[in-house]
């Protein structure tokens, strides 16, 4: 049975405020999330999530409170194609190979205080919510686009599905609005495939420029 990781007591509640190491590497809950929503036989697998079997992927636990427009960020994934001077850039390079032995294709943030108190289902859709912005890239016309070197997955940090205002639904329904609002609509009002969770929080990812750091 598969136990979902916990972030360390030190950088928990009060316990945080004097930690020296808010930013720790979770190699636990990277397996957790391989083994629970990306490997072949995962119990909640997603098909979604399969390009990310052939990706490097870097889970951290933080104690930093972030926020963004007065909503708590509690999760982030960013690509690790820094921007930056060179300086800048071997700082970044060596601090993220210390942790991880190795450069991710994609580095995934969560904050500790609010993993830890929030429920098994709400957890589950904000870890899977940061996978979908680890996403393949596609060409032209909608197809996976892989590396003509390597044959691997080329990896990119995607837009949303829906992107449309709540007024353009409001008046003329959602089979007239822009991209997959409609899909999203008949989605939401089927039942949940895996179960009942809160959507709370932000994530650091969305919003942010897709072209770097």
Same mark, same amino acid.
């Given at each position: 049975?598969?136990?979902?990781p ?14 020296l ?7 636990d ?6 083994a ?5 036989d ?5 098909e979604?999530?399969? %390009? ?5 992927l ?5 104690a930093?409170?972030?926020a ?6 509690v999760?982030?994934?960013e ?16 601090q ?8 991710? %294709? ?19 859709s904000?870890v899977e ?9 596609k060409g032209?016309?909608?197809a996976?686009?892989?590396s ?11 837009? %949303? ?14 089979? %007239?609005a ?19 969770a ?8 969305c ?7």
């Amino acid at each position: 049975m598969l136990v979902r990781p916990r972030p360390p007591e030190d950088l928990v509640g009060d316990a945080a405020i004097d930690t020296l190491t808010p930013v720790r590497p979770a190699h636990d809950l990277l397996a957790w999330m391989r083994a629970t929503f990306i490997d072949e036989d995962a119990p909640l697998l997603n098909e979604d999530h399969v %390009h990310l079997r052939s990706a490097r992927l870097g889970v951290l636990w933080c104690a930093v409170p972030n926020a963004r427009q007065g909503n708590a960020v509690v999760g982030m994934c960013e690509t690790t194609a820094f921007m930056g001077n060179r300086w800048a850039k071997a700082r970044f390079e060596q601090q993220v190979t210390g942790w991880f032995g190795w450069m991710p %294709h994609f580095l995934l943030t969560f904050d500790a205080d609010y993993a830890d108190q929030c429920s098994d289902a709400t957890f589950c859709s904000l870890v899977e919510h940061e996978l979908y912005h680890a996403g393949q890239a596609k060409g032209r016309w909608g197809a996976p686009r892989f590396s003509k070197m390597t044959g691997e997955p080329v990896f990119e940090i995607p837009g %949303h599905d829906v992107e449309e205002f709540v007024g353009v639904v409001a008046r003329y329904g959602a089979g %007239h609005a822009a991209g997959q609002t409609a899909a999203l609509v008949e989605a939401a009002n089927r039942a949940p495939i895996v179960c009942e969770a809160e959507i709370a929080g932000a994530c650091g990812t969305c919003g942010r420029s897709l072209t770097g750091h």
